[in-house]
């Protein structure tokens, strides 16, 4: 009996091919576009979380100017020198490393290849702050770092630039004015929280990109990384305090530079980017719920010709439940397929997509299911409770039923 | 004589409610003998489908007794009654009602699949009641490929497959032109004839009533006039 409800459904959705794919269409795509937006964005929020991670411990930034934000006037504010970078080493408390860091856009060149990057003149402690490690060569001497020696250190986006696949060691890099030696290559990091490539750098001693590159004792921003344990908001409060008191600001004066925590920074990008994961998430919850109520409308074009074919199938000896049992079949077994398919189509796309965005592609057992569920629902819902309200009809009824 | 097959005892019905209660049938009696082919006339409006309906066991009466075979139906439930349509009945109606998008054989099918017969069986007996009726050649059309004669006759041959008893026909000529109709009724005389069913049909063409051996008529829903049909063939 149920091999023949079975039956009886798989015929039906056979006959109306066109209502049947249509009806699986809505679900289909339903399911793939929430599937889809909350698997990227778990795959978004997984690859923040992670570079934050790598951030290791707390990292704090100094940026001389009067605030952040839109229009922010950092011409006027003094710039820090060498000696601000060692009053903070001295004076405040529960510090891991002190970077200095003078940052120039250039364009570099090797041989015949050429590339666009960012040189950052700094000391080695900027290895420990931005938790870098080497994949080949050497950190920076005390003699090259005294005496402004030409060297420099590449990100993994140089190299690949300039170098293809050969090893950059002991070659040089023509920087401006001046040729280089590479003497070490970064471990590749990736992307950065807000996708831009972090390999894509060139460190060189402080007084070599002083020198050479920008022409002053000025330094663009100061790095701080904090020890394990220490609390970012005393050291930050030390900060301020010793800054505005070695740029001699009265206490009427607003600051006339930063000091951001950039954990914090991460921390409220991969908020962000939970509120749009979620805000997408709905939008496609929307799509489903579109998608079923176009399965309702399509049930419902058909429901006249449907309660006319309940009516003969009663009128010829249905039973009621048997009616019942094979509509029930159609809709489950439409809709799961549909769910299915929609499961099978989200997993190419968030393939795809993350493979595209380079986000790691986290399959959630959870939101499938969810989507599954609420597909055959829905399917259940609008094909079934029409269909149960027809043979629950006189046959006589349903019969005239126009 | 034992019982008759079928027994209306005043049988009454009521459709709507209050003021707009309106009563189809006021007391209808009637006796049908197994093998008997009956046809029920009248004006329009005079209770012929709904009595129709309530001997095909698709409505119920508002009171009354109706027996089948001394079973007493106005007392079985939904579920009951579907099964006696299924194992003792079959209707044919005015307007066809086959399955669209459904060839003539799965139509035929269909009450045998709700009997659970297997597939085999179905197939034969499907094919063979389409060459009872003279379309055994059309068994893969679907209705919108057959003309309206030939849709009744695969809405008869549904009918049959199942070897009613009893063949309750509702105005089976009603859509179809006059050759046609004279190849269903000599169709239906056939099945009666040859295949004993006992056939009760509604019409108010007077020469479609002609091929009955007896003429049942209703006026204002009552039984007006039953009488013998001396034109008509003789039982078997
Ligand atoms: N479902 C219904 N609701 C209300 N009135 C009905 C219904 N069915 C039939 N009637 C009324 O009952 C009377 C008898 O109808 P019917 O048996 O169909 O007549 P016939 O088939 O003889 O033309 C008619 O007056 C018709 O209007
Ligand atoms: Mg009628």
């Avoid at chain 1, 409308?297 to 006319?308: A, F, Q």
């Avoid at chain 2, 669209?100 to 009641?129: D, K, W």
């Avoid at chain 2, 859509?175 to 009760?200: A, C, K, P, Y």
């Avoid at chain 2, 002609?210 to 829903?221: E, L, N, Q």
Wanted: proline fraction near 3%; glycine fraction near 10%; aromatic fraction near 6%.
């Amino acid at each position: 009996m149920l091999l023949n409800a079975l039956l009886l459904a798989l015929r039906e959705i056979r006959r109306n091919l066109l209502r049947s794919f249509l009806t699986v269409l809505g679900i289909v795509i339903g399911v793939a576009a929430v599937i889809t937006m909350v698997t990227l964005g778990n795959g978004a929020t997984r690859m923040v979380a992670d570079q934050i991670a790598s951030l290791g411990s707390n990292l704090l930034m100094v940026m001389p100017g009067q605030r952040l934000g839109p229009g922010r006037d950092s011409a006027g504010a003094p710039k820090f020198k060498i000696a601000d970078i060692e009053a903070i080493e001295q004076q405040v408390n529960g510090l891991k490393a002190v970077a200095p860091v003078v940052g120039s856009a250039v364009t570099l060149v090797a041989g015949t290849q050429n590339w666009s990057s960012t040189v950052s003149g700094t000391t080695n402690d900027y290895f420990v702050v931005g938790n870098w490690r080497l994949a080949a060569g050497r950190l920076f001497s005390e003699d090259e770092d005294r005496a402004g020696k030409a060297v420099c250190i590449i990100g993994n986006t140089v190299k690949k630039e300039l170098f293809g696949n050969q090893s950059p060691l002991g070659s040089s890099i023509r920087v401006k004015t001046f040729d280089c030696e590479v003497i070490g290559l970064l471990a590749a990091k990736g992307q950065g929280g807000m996708g831009q490539d972090q390999d894509d750098t060139v460190l060189m001693p402080l007084r070599t990109a002083q020198r050479r590159l920008t022409g002053t004792l000025d330094i663009g921003n100061v790095m701080v990384s904090l020890k394990d344990g220490t609390n970012s908001t005393v050291a930050m409060a030390q900060l301020r305090s010793l800054l505005r008191e070695r740029r001699k600001l009265a206490d009427n004066v607003d600051d006339n530079f930063n000091v951001m925590d950039t954990k914090q920074i991460a921390e409220t990008l991969s908020g962000t980017i939970g509120t749009m994961t979620a805000l997408l998430g709905a939008v496609a919850a929307v799509s489903l719920l579109v998608g079923g109520i176009g399965i309702m409308n399509i049930m419902l074009v058909s429901v006249t010709e449907r309660t006319r074919e309940i009516g003969i199938r009663l009128a010829i000896g249905a039973l009621e439940h048997e009616v019942l049992l094979q509509f029930l079949i159609e809709a489950v077994a439409l809709s799961a397929f549909g769910g299915l398919v929609g499961i099978a189509l989200a997993f190419v796309a968030c393939l795809g997509l993350s493979a595209l965005m380079r986000m790691p592609f986290l399959f959630n057992p959870g939101i499938n299911l969810t989507a599954f569920f609420f597909s055959a629902a829905i399917g259940v819902i609008f094909g079934f409770v029409p269909a149960r309200r027809a043979a629950r009809l006189d046959p006589i009824e349903a019969l005239r039923h126009e | 004589m034992s019982q008759p097959l079928i027994e209306l005892r005043a049988i009454t019905k009521t459709y709507g409610q209050g003021q707009a209660a309106f009563q189809a049938l006021r007391g209808v009696d009637l006796q049908i003998e197994a093998g008997e082919f009956v046809a029920v006339m009248g004006p329009s409006g005079s209770g012929k489908s709904t009595v129709m309906n309530l001997l095909g066991c698709l409505d119920t009466p508002g009171s009354g007794e109706y027996l089948f075979q001394g079973i007493h139906v106005e007392q079985l439930d939904r579920n009951q009654r579907a099964l006696l349509r299924r194992q003792c009945l079959g209707f044919v109606f005015q307007g066809f009602n086959l399955l669209a998008r459904t060839s003539a054989q799965e139509n035929v099918e269909l009450p045998l699949l709700y009997r659970g017969e297997p597939a085999e069986v179905r197939h034969a007996a499907a094919l063979a009641a389409l060459a009872k009726v003279g379309l055994a050649e059309w068994a893969h059309h679907t209705p919108a490929e057959l003309s309206g004669g030939q849709q009744q006759r695969v809405a008869i041959a549904r009918a049959i497959v199942t070897n009613p008893l009893v063949l309750l026909a509702d105005e089976p000529t009603g859509n179809l032109d006059s050759q046609r109709s004279h190849e269903i009724m000599e169709l239906l005389v056939r099945l009666n004839q040859e295949q004993g069913i006992t056939v009760l049909m509604v019409t108010h063409e007077p020469d479609m009533a002609r091929y009955a051996r007896r003429i049942v008529h209703f006026v204002d829903g009552l039984v007006h006039r039953d009488e013998r049909n001396p034109e008509a063939a003789p039982c078997c």
